[in-house]
C-alpha cells in the first residue's frame, strides 16, 4: 500500500513538472512570437520580446533552447539596426552613443564576425558624431578625447586624424600638429591619396610659415627658423623662401639670405611689383657684403609697388647713381 502512494505521488509529481515546464515553454513561445510580429515594424518592442525569450529560456532549461538560439541569432542585427536608424535619423548624440555601444555589447556576446565588424562601423560613426558636435562647439578637449577613443577602435580612420590636425591648429599647438599631420600623411602617402596628400602637406606648409613670419616679425630670429624649417619639409614655397631670406638677412647670413632670395624669386612668375620683394632681399645681401654695384642694380629691380619707398632709401644710402 505504501509502495503504492509513493507511485502515484511520483506520478502526480511527475505530472506536475512535465505541465509546468510545457507552461513555461509556452511563455517562451508567446514571448518568441511577440518579437517575431514586432520584427520589421518596431525594432526596440522586437529587441525586448527577445530579450525576455533569452531570460525565459534560461529558466526553462532544455525544453526552450531551440527558441533561445533563434533570438541569440536574430538579436546582434536587431541592435545595430537600432544603432543604424538613430544616425540615420539625427537623434541626439547620446543617444546614438548608447545604441551604438550597446550594438557592439550585443555583437561581442552574441554575434558572428559580420556582426561585430559591422557594430565597430556603428561605434566608430558614433564617436565621430559625438566629435564633430564638440569641435563645433569649441570644445576641443572633449572631441580630442572622442577622436582618440574611435582611433583606438579603428588606427585606420584617417578622417579622425586629420580632424585632430585641424583642433592642433585651433589651439596652435605646433608639436602636437606636427606629430599628427606627419602621421597623416603618412597614412595617405601608403594608400596613394594624392589629393590628400597635396592638401595635408600644403596645410601644414602655410600653417609653420605663417608660424615663422610671426616669429620673424617679433624678432625672435632663432624661432622663425625652426618654424620656417619645419614649413620646408612639406615643399617648396616662394613666400617661405622670401621669409629665410628676411630672417638670414636680420642674422647677418647673407649668403644664405641671397641663396634663398634667389630661389624665391625663380619661383615667382608675376609682374615687375610681384618679384620686388625677391630683388630687395637680394640687393640686402648684395649690400651685406660690400657688393655695392649689384645692390644699386637689385635695390632698382625692386622699386615697384609696395617696396618702392624701402628700395629707393636703400639706393639713396648705398649712394647709387
Known sequence: MKLMKKIALFLVSAVIVINLQAQERNDVVKA?????????????????????????ADKV??????????????????????????????KPTPEI??????????????????????????????????ATGYFSQNDFPNALASFDSLLVINPGYVNAIYNKAL????????EAYEQTIDLYLEKVKAANDEPKVK????????????????????????DALVMLNKSAKYGDDKDLFYYFADVYNKQK????????????LDLETGDAAAKAKFWFQ?????????QT?????????????????????????????
Open 253 to 264: 647670413n647673407f649668403d644664405k639670405g641671397a641663396e634663398y632670395a634667389k630661389r624665391g
Open 167 to 174: 583642433i592642433y591648429i585651433k589651439q596652435n599647438n605646433t
Open 97 to 130: 552613443m548608447k545604441t551604438a555601444k550597446s550594438a557592439v555589447a550585443v555583437a561581442e556576446k552574441y554575434g558572428t564576425a559580420a556582426h561585430k565588424e559591422n557594430a565597430s562601423r556603428l561605434i566608430v560613426q558614433a564617436y565621430n558624431i559625438q
Open 293 to 321: 654695384a649689384d645692390a644699386c642694380s637689385s635695390f632698382k629691380n625692386a622699386a615697384y609697388g609696395a617696396f618702392v619707398t624701402a628700395a629707393n632709401a636703400e639706393r639713396k644710402n648705398l649712394k647709387c647713381e
Open 61 to 90: 532549461g532544455e525544453t526552450a533552447a531551440d527558441l533561445r538560439q533563434k533570438a541569440v541569432g536574430v538579436l546582434p542585427g536587431l541592435y545595430i539596426k537600432a544603432a543604424v536608424a538613430a544616425v540615420n535619423e539625427k
Open 282 to 290: 637680394i640687393g640686402k645681401a648684395q649690400a651685406g657684403k660690400g
Open 199 to 222: 592638401q595635408a602637406s600644403t596645410q601644414a606648409l602655410e600653417f609653420f610659415r605663417a608660424a615663422g613670419s610671426k616669429a620673424n616679425q617679433a624678432e625672435k630670429l632663432g
Open 32 to 56: 518568441y512570437n511577440e518579437g517575431a510580429k514586432t520584427l520589421q515594424t518596431d525594432v526596440p518592442a522586437a529587441i525586448k520580446a527577445f530579450e525576455e525569450v533569452i531570460t525565459l
